[in-house]
Nanobody, 114 residues
Framework: QVQLVESGGGLVQPGGSLRLSCAAS????????MGWYRQAPGKRRELVAT?????NYADSVKGRFTISRDNPKNTVYLQMNSLKSEDTAVYYC??????????WGQGTQVTVSS
């Protein structure tokens, strides 16, 4: 059974940084399209970044967030710098395998507030 376990969320002040981790099991991340999504209260879940053969970012996070992966550790990361209040959301790890199998983690809360 595929599992994606996120960690690293928390409370941070505006301008601060956080690094989220997504540890994957029963799936090889190098063979899947891995991504981070987020959902703020009252809003739809939105794409933040993906990594496969290349990386892709939402315009709102370009230049501030970096997605990466450590294949031996089977873990995907999201480095978030220059955080803003509008980055506050639950962040979800996502994996798409064979273009049709979609998996989600349980989410981790990120709150940006002074």
């Amino acid at each position: 059974q595929v599992q994606l376990v996120e960690s690293g969320g928390g409370l941070v002040q505006p301008g601060g940084s956080l690094r989220l981790s997504c540890a994957a099991s029963e799936i090889i991340i190098s063979s899947a399209l891995m991504g981070w999504y987020r959902q703020a209260p009252g809003k739809r879940r939105e794409l933040v970044a993906t990594i496969g053969g290349k990386t892709n970012y939402a315009d709102s996070v370009k230049g501030r967030f970096t997605i990466s992966r450590d294949n031996p550790k089977n873990t995907v990361y999201l480095q978030m710098n220059s955080l803003k209040s509008e980055d506050t959301a639950v962040y979800y790890c996502n994996a798409i395998q064979y273009r049709s199998l979609i998996y989600w983690g349980q989410g981790t809360q990120v709150t940006v507030s002074s």
